[in-house]
């Protein structure tokens, strides 16, 4: 039932509309259209207000016309650099979709998007019986998940959430995703000059050094992670760095060990100040929890007969990145990241195959007709 070639343009569509984080808004203008064209209950919320960006959350509503668990399907609409006039070219012989080289294509996660909403298009062509069903099209997910933070709750009535928002061919379930801190660090030392005075400066750089010199970063164990990934400091070549800045982040899926992380990096930090003689600004912000999801709870069980009916064995996972799902699941909501095929996201060389779009929208059916 599904229209693979609708589909695949409509993919092509939405990839080449800009939609930079913070800056959805044509893209959303556009999912209205296209949502309310399809019979569904339209508006946005004033998540982009709070979050300092051009518009909010899509949110739209279908009345069902039998009983049912109310689902709701969502995908994000931001994408992350370099992201502006995408190129998209279809590989006839691989059987992908890939960007021309220069620019992300988009699949991450206008994939979801596409296969959302020509699930819904052929559910109305085809008369399909359903339960109420919403559609979510996020804001600012690929920059703290600010949509999914600042989301209109009051509008949101679903007894199953299923995000697809997720590397890996179709049939990928994750039900285990980390918690994240973001760190920040400012090192407050002392301005000398590097040519004739060094010893009466303090090196910000130096206490910086000592620091992560002294800690585990990078791969902990399983289910951890560390690292700081930009610095900014310095005034000149012939001056002591007198003051920087450190931007790093911690995650795991065990939130304990994730304070553990936290802390040891605290202390390092703390004791290379104290061995130079400088002072330390920490800001540690826990932007989202982890989530542990039964593998025998129903809004999984649900997912794995969805697959079942399509022929696609389904099996459940864990990443080491966070989706929605991180913020859906800690307001109580039984949500899952369903993977839809995207390769190579946030890169030059991202991909999608056409089957596994195409099989993402049949999913979507077949979780319908199983509610």
């Not at 399909?128 to 209109?152: C, M, R, T, Y």
């Not at 995000?163 to 994750?174: E, H, K, L, N, W």
């Not at 450190?246 to 994730?258: C, I």
């Not at 060389?349 to 596994?356: H, T, V």
């Amino acid at each position: 039932m599904t229209n693979k070639k609708r589909l695949i343009d409509e993919f092509i569509q939405l990839v080449k509309i800009n939609s930079l984080t913070g800056k959805e808004k044509n893209l959303a203008d556009f999912l209205l259209e296209k949502l309310s064209e399809i019979g569904f209950e339209v508006t946005t919320d004033n998540a982009g207000q709070i979050a300092g960006g051009e518009t909010g959350n899509v949110i739209a509503t279908l009345k069902g016309n039998r009983p049912g668990k109310k689902l709701l399907f969502t995908a994000h609409m931001d994408t992350v650099e370099p992201g502006l006039n995408i190129n998209p070219i279809i590989d006839e012989e691989k059987q992908i979709i890939k960007s021309d080289g220069t620019t992300i294509l988009g699949s991450d996660d206008k994939a979801g998007i596409a296969a959302i909403l020509e699930a819904m298009r052929t559910l109305r062509e085809n008369n399909i019986p359903h339960p109420d069903i919403q559609v979510v099209f996020s804001i600012w997910e690929e920059n703290g998940l600010l949509g999914a933070k600042n989301l209109d709750y009051s509008k949101i009535n679903a007894d199953y959430i299923y995000v697809f928002d997720m590397d890996g061919s179709p049939g990928r379930i994750i039900t285990k995703a980390p918690a994240q801190d973001k760190i920040t660090v400012k090192i407050i030392g002392k301005a000398a000059h590097a040519g004739l005075n060094p010893e009466s400066g303090i090196s910000a750089l130096m206490v910086a050094s000592h620091a992560i010199e002294n800690m585990k970063l990078l791969r902990i164990d399983e289910e951890t992670t560390a690292n700081f990934g930009i610095i900014h400091g310095g005034t000149g070549t012939n001056s002591v760095m007198s003051e920087l800045t450190m931007y790093g982040e911690a995650r795991s899926l065990n939130e304990e060990k994730l304070d553990k992380q936290t802390n040891h990096m605290i202390e390092c930090l703390k004791e290379a100040a104290d061995k130079f003689g400088a002072q330390l600004e920490i800001n540690v912000d826990r932007l989202y929890g982890s989530i542990d999801i039964d593998e025998n709870d129903e809004v999984v069980k649900l997912a794995k007969k969805a697959f079942s009916n399509i022929n696609i064995d389904a099996y459940t996972d864990s990443t080491g990145g966070a989706s929605d799902v991180n913020v859906y699941a800690k307001k109580g909501y039984k949500s899952v990241n369903l993977a839809i095929g995207m390769t190579n996201a946030h890169s030059v060389n991202e991909y999608i195959k056409i089957e596994d779009l195409y099989n993402s929208s049949r999913v979507i059916l077949e979780l319908i007709k199983e509610a």
